[in-house]
């Protein structure tokens, strides 16, 4: 099949990942076409971009959006929202796999997991993690959520020999993300929430200091992060790679960020004062060399650049941070 034979249908379309992955896709012109499931938000159509709107947990929806595609890229998610993380990330999958399942011409599903299924940093490692690990979500609907969408995709290719990928990624960052993760504000992206862990926070804010998360054994953390960009990268390998079929890859930094590093860099590059901060959390290193040896793939994006993108980053004034989940 060539590019211009292929359909894509994207859920989460309008996400971070769906934005860049769809930007990037459309910038070839012999990829192919792509169809956007969209929900709360929306795209603009071209002749190579096609909207549905509605739910994957209703069922219609998921046939009408299913119709002739050959390749899903499945982005969709909740993150600690009860109400609706089963209608999306069990029902919503399952009404995607078996449209898939039942249509001869198509060709691969890919999911994009997480870090989370696999048990982030909430649990000791004594060595890196690889793919053929076991599930450990901790604690929260997210995480098991996580574990559900690969047994589900794995589950059907037992039962069915349906091609599936999973990307496994960790927290994945752009634009001022990485800043706004260390940040002492009311305004910090994610978790822990420094502002709540530190009695002098509002003040540390105002000065720009940095957080410098500490490991339950009181040195600097070691995390996983991935730029979108290079996450998109290995998307648009997986959609048709041979090696991909039936495989699971983690798709991370070489190297977990360091924060001990990543405070010294802050401090020497820009002279902003760091502050460790204990927490019960471990230290952990996602090993990605399955996707570099099997795919071919490289992360390009290292520590030193993830942090100057992010703090040297500007927004104009029409591009306002706003987080569209909790958690």
């Known amino acids: 099949m060539s590019g211009h034979d292929r359909l894509v249908l994207v859920?989460?379309?309008?996400?971070?990942?769906?934005?860049?992955?769809?930007?990037?896709?459309?910038?070839?012109?012999?990829?192919?076409?792509?169809?956007?499931?969209?929900?709360?938000?929306?795209?603009?159509?071209?002749?190579?971009?096609?909207?549905?709107?509605?739910?994957?947990?209703?069922?219609?929806?998921?046939q009408a959006a299913m119709?002739?595609?050959?390749?899903?890229?499945?982005?969709?998610?909740?993150?600690?929202?009860?109400?609706?993380?089963?209608?999306?990330?069990?029902?919503?999958?399952?009404?995607?796999?078996?449209?898939?399942?039942?249509?001869?011409?198509?060709?691969r599903f890919v999911l994009i997991g997480g870090d989370a299924g696999i048990g982030h940093f909430f649990y000791p490692r004594s060595a890196p993690v690889t793919e053929d690990g076991p599930f450990m979500a901790y604690p929260g609907c997210y995480a098991l959520s996580k574990v559900l969408e690969e047994v589900m995709l794995q589950q059907y290719g037992v039962q069915y020999g349906l091609d599936g990928c999973c990307l496994r990624a960790p927290w994945i960052m752009e634009k001022d993300d990485l800043k706004y993760a260390h940040t002492f504000g009311e305004d910090v992206f994610g978790g822990p929430r420094y502002c709540d862990?530190?009695?002098?926070?509002?003040?540390?804010?105002?000065?720009?200091?940095?957080?410098?998360?500490?490991?339950?054994?009181?040195?600097?953390?070691?995390?996983n992060f991935v730029h979108v960009a290079d996450l998109v990268s290995a998307i648009l390998i997986a959609l048709d790679h041979p090696e991909a079929r039936r495989e699971t890859f983690h798709i991370c930094m070489d190297?977990?960020?360091?924060?001990?590093?990543?405070?010294?860099?802050?401090?020497?590059?820009?002279?902003?004062?760091?502050?460790?901060?204990?927490?019960?959390?471990?230290?952990?290193?996602?090993?990605?060399?399955?996707?570099?040896?099997?795919?071919?793939?490289?992360?390009?994006?290292?520590?030193?650049r993830m942090v100057d993108d992010a703090w040297d980053y500007r927004r104009a004034p029409d591009d306002p941070r706003k987080v569209w989940y909790p958690g």
């Open 255 to 304: 190297e977990p960020l360091d924060y001990g590093r990543m405070g010294e860099y802050l401090a020497r590059t820009r002279g902003l004062r760091t502050v460790p901060v204990p927490s019960p959390y471990h230290s952990v290193w996602l090993d990605n060399a399955k996707a570099r040896f099997r795919l071919g793939w490289r992360a390009e994006w290292t520590l030193e």
């Open 197 to 223: 862990l530190v009695p002098d926070a509002k003040a540390l804010a105002a000065e720009g200091a940095v957080p410098v998360l500490l490991d339950a054994a009181g040195v600097p953390l070691k995390r």
């Open 67 to 107: 119709a002739g595609v050959t390749h899903v890229v499945h982005l969709a998610t909740c993150k600690e929202t009860p109400e609706d993380v089963m209608d999306v990330t069990v029902k919503g999958l399952f009404w995607l796999l078996e449209e898939a399942r039942a249509d001869p011409s198509f060709r």
């Open 11 to 62: 859920t989460g379309a309008t996400g971070k990942v769906g934005r860049h992955f769809i930007e990037r896709f459309l910038a070839d012109p012999d990829a192919g076409r792509i169809r956007a499931l969209c929900h709360n938000r929306t795209l603009p159509q071209t002749d190579r971009l096609e909207v549905v709107k509605g739910s994957i947990a209703d069922r219609a929806v998921a």
